[in-house]
């Protein structure tokens, strides 16, 4: 189910054209948004083969994720005559490689997809796994498949026209890698400077550690019956503060929430299974330097809690935490009582001074 290849570029055009030089295919695809159209299609256009492909450019943005868009990408392949041994490349952030990789997971059953992440979000997480899908009848990613692409290539270069609330997203899912993952992944994580001038050269180091922690679970769990339910830390409260900002109308980005709910679950993990505090303490304080606040009070907390008990990875009606007892010693499946839950909101509030 994992890709068979992820490759960390640092000569992105030569690397792309080599690998396309080595694969078989009848006409080639690239599906971009608006935005990475004009911001990251033009540092592959040197590609010839690139040059030779038909492009095909969506909306910007999550809203666009659906099926009316997906029908447009199976018609424009339909129309151009696409087959099977047809090549479509993934040009974008998350929303283009979810619903890339199911246009292609769909289309005549199955063509071959590239992926080439250009958020942080999607190097770290979207475009590696093999998770594809949409969102449908107002719920997020309701419709989908597993199908991995045949490669993905990152190169961090594409981050530096990002703009900081999206690298600040992507990061949460790097953060997240290393708690689950190891204390020295965790140090190098935790000193990275996220303000002023960014240090594009280590990121790109950051994100293939990163993206190594989550291939490694993948590969052993793709279906996600087990171990990587590890991927969730973070998001059974990060999902249900989504959710209510949402409903709210002031919609936080996907990694605000997470980075929230890693505060709040790591609260949980030293209540239930004896995380250290000290640690506690050092993360809460570097997600309150550089992420935003969110505002809520204890009258969100039903509907917060609610929230929570619809979480599609709950079972028999029991909410499913994943918690840490130290870093990279994860706990999966644990059930933690309604009032520690909110417990653990309050610890967000207080150290935030909300
Ligand atoms: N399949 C999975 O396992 C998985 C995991 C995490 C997230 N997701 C999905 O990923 C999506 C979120 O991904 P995202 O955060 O990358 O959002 P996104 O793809 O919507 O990108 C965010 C914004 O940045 C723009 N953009 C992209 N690359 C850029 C660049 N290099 N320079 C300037 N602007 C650029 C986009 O046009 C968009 O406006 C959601 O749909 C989520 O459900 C999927
Ligand atoms: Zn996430």
């Not at 009848?26 to 971009?32: A, E, N, P, S, Y």
């Not at 943005?61 to 047809?86: C, F, M, P, Q």
């Amino acid at each position: 189910m994992s890709e068979n290849k992820i490759i960390i570029s640092d000569h992105l055009v030569m690397d792309i054209a080599v690998f396309l030089s080595t694969l078989k295919y009848d006409k080639l695809f690239i599906l971009t948004d608006t935005n990475t159209e004009e911001k990251c299609y033009p540092l592959l256009k040197d590609v010839p083969a690139i040059q030779q492909g038909r492009l095909l450019i969506t909306p910007a943005g999550d809203t666009y994720k659906n099926l009316e868009r997906v029908a447009n990408i199976w018609r424009i392949l339909s129309n151009e005559g696409a087959s099977r041994h047809s090549l479509l490349i993934n040009l974008g952030g998350g929303m283009i490689t979810d619903i890339g990789g199911f246009a292609g997971a769909t289309f005549k059953r199955g063509l071959q997809t590239i992926n080439i992440p250009t958020t942080l979000m999607a190097s770290v997480d979207a475009a590696v796994g093999g998770k594809t899908g949409i969102n449908f009848n107002g719920l997020k990613n309701e419709i989908g498949s597993f199908y991995a692409p045949l490669c993905v290539f990152i190169d961090c270069r594409f981050l530096q026209t990002l703009d900081y609330p999206n690298l600040l997203s992507g990061y949460a899912e790097m953060i997240k890698h290393a708690l689950i993952c190891s204390p020295e992944h965790y140090a190098s994580i935790l000193s990275f400077d996220l303000d002023g001038e960014i240090d594009y050269v280590r990121l790109n180091k950051m994100v293939a550690q990163s993206v190594a922690v989550k291939e490694r679970i993948v590969e052993e769990d793709p279906k996600e019956h087990g171990i990587r339910k590890a991927l969730n830390f973070g998001h059974t409260i990060g999902h249900a503060i989504e959710s209510l900002s949402f409903k709210q109308n002031e919609p936080l980005l996907h990694g605000h929430a997470v980075a929230i709910g890693i505060v709040c679950e790591l609260y949980l993990s030293y209540k239930q299974v004896g995380f250290p505090s000290e640690k506690l303490t050092q993360v809460t304080h570097y997600i309150k330097e550089y992420y935003p606040s969110y505002i809520f009070d204890c009258n969100d907390y039903d509907a917060l809690y609610e929230f929570m008990t619809h979480d599609k990875k709950n079972e028999g009606g029991i909410i499913n935490f994943t918690l840490l007892s130290d870093i990279g010693k994860v706990h999966i499946n644990q059930s933690v009582n309604k009032e520690v839950i909110l417990e653990s909101l309050d610890f967000y509030r207080e150290s935030f001074g909300i």
